[in-house]
């Protein structure tokens, strides 16, 4: 094992929009990153900006369905940076449809990936959190705090996430271990407007936009600030918190 060095975060769904943006965030605030995703262009791509910049950074291309994958990611941290103080649960998956449109290979992915997953690689991470006094900040969805119509998979997915929070929370926080949740609105990232580009594209935020009390939708950096924060010696009395991250949209 390497000698310790700078605190250590392992970032999921680190290739593009909300990962992205936490581990450029997570890179100014002096964290080592530990960068996992499905796409190994954008990840190694990543990977050398950062390293550019000064950011120690490994990228480990992996599909969080391998039930084997969670317990190889933090194995592989903790050799490459001898420690791991934060867990960013961020990879996800949306798929939409009412409860008739929504098949069981549908419901079954997004509970595997969107919950499965996040209690998989959390579990392994504890002990290495427990070591360290670190922190978990899973981003859930602000469908986990409202009922959300067409998209029922997802949004039951991002409730349990929620739960999971609130439940690990509590099981942990004697062992000073922190857990939290972000839970975002419509934000500007490739999965809100999939396939769209140009003009299409931006009146199709737009159009959200408008149906926010703030009038935009959200940007990855605004999800990123808030997960710095919750990492952050600022939240150290804050523990399965929920925080929505949406414009004002849950506030009605």
Not at 195 to 219: E, F, H, K
Request: contains cysteine.
């Amino acid at each position: 094992m390497p000698p310790e060095t700078k605190r250590c975060a392992i970032v999921t769904g680190a290739t593009s929009g909300i990962g992205e943006a936490i581990a450029e965030e997570l890179a100014a605030q002096g964290y080592a990153l530990f960068l996992v995703g499905r796409r190994q262009a954008q990840g190694a791509a990543l990977t050398a900006r950062l390293a550019a910049n000064g950011t120690p950074a490994r990228f480990l291309r992996a599909d969080l369905s391998d039930r084997s994958a969670s317990e190889a990611i933090v194995r592989d941290a903790v050799e490459t940076f001898g420690r791991v103080d934060a867990l960013i649960n961020n990879a996800g998956l949306l798929c939409h449809g009412t409860a008739e449109e929504t098949s069981d290979a549908d419901w079954d992915q997004m509970m595997d990936v969107n919950l499965g997953a996040v209690f998989r690689l959390s579990r392994a991470a504890l002990p290495a959190l427990r070591r360290s006094g670190g922190s978990i900040v899973t981003i859930a969805s602000d469908w986990a705090l409202t009922g959300a119509r067409g998209a029922v998979a997802y949004a039951v997915s991002k409730a349990a996430v929620a739960q999971l929070t609130r439940c690990m929370a509590l099981d942990h926080a004697s062992e000073g271990i922190r857990i939290n949740a972000v839970c975002p609105g419509d934000t500007d990232t490739p999965m809100i407007a999939a396939g769209l580009t140009g003009d299409d594209r931006a009146a199709r935020l737009a159009s959200y936009g408008a149906q926010v009390p703030m009038g935009r939708v959200g940007t990855p950096q605004d999800v990123a600030r808030v997960v710095a924060f919750l990492l952050s010696e600022a939240a150290g009395y804050m523990t399965g918190t929920l925080i929505p991250v949406d414009g004002g949209m849950t506030a009605g």
